[in-house]
């Protein structure tokens, strides 16, 4: 299993949809780094409940000794952002919660991201596309190109993450797709993180589909226990 100790920080945890775990793995990576020092965890967006102490905010899951949770945009509707902000008349201001995932902390930051990728936060602007604007650092020149303009995909500055994926049906294409949406807007994958507990998935199933995973990633893939 990976170590998540040795996980760099700040570091997203991401997912392929709705209830793959992401909750889950980041409360796991939270409690684990709380073991030998402070941890912020932050989650930008959040839909379904009404209040930072609500039983089904992520927050109150997260929240325990050694680690600070918290949540910046809450939105009543179980639905996308963009369709839970429009049905209470509100437009999220993206660059107020990208400086808010900014802000400095104690110890180390970890930041959870709502639904899929690509689930849309305002019009035309998904959430992949918000969090890679914001995420970009200006890219070092390399040899013969003075302007910088040529560049490779991990000069771009993101902060990494960690992707969570189902176990069993379905995962092998969403994974992919998310991994490569990921790679080529310049992400850095840490590991692939399937969790078989989300839909029930049997062990050997699981164990197949990760099998085949590694041998279209260039990165680690683990089952969740």
Known sequence: MLDLNALPHPLWVLGTGTDVGKTHVAARIARAWAASGPVTYRKPFQTGVDRADHPGADASALAGPGITAESHVLLRAPRSPLSAAQQEGRTLDLQAAADWCRRPADGRVLLEGVDGLMVPLAPKVHFLAWASGWEALPPP?????????????????????VLVALGGLGTL????????????????????????????TPPGIA???????????????????
């Open 141 to 161: 020149s390399l040899p013969g190109s003075p302007s910088g303009a040529c560049r490779r995909p991990q000069d771009l500055g993101r902060i990494p993450c």
């Open 173 to 200: 294409n969403h994974t992919l797709l998310s991994a490569e949406a990921l790679m080529m807007r310049g992400w850095r994958i840490e590991a692939v993180l399937l969790n078989p507990g989300a839909d029930g």
């Open 207 to 225: 164990g197949e589909n990760a099998a085949l995973l590694r041998g279209f990633l260039p990165i680690p893939v683990h089952i969740l226990d």
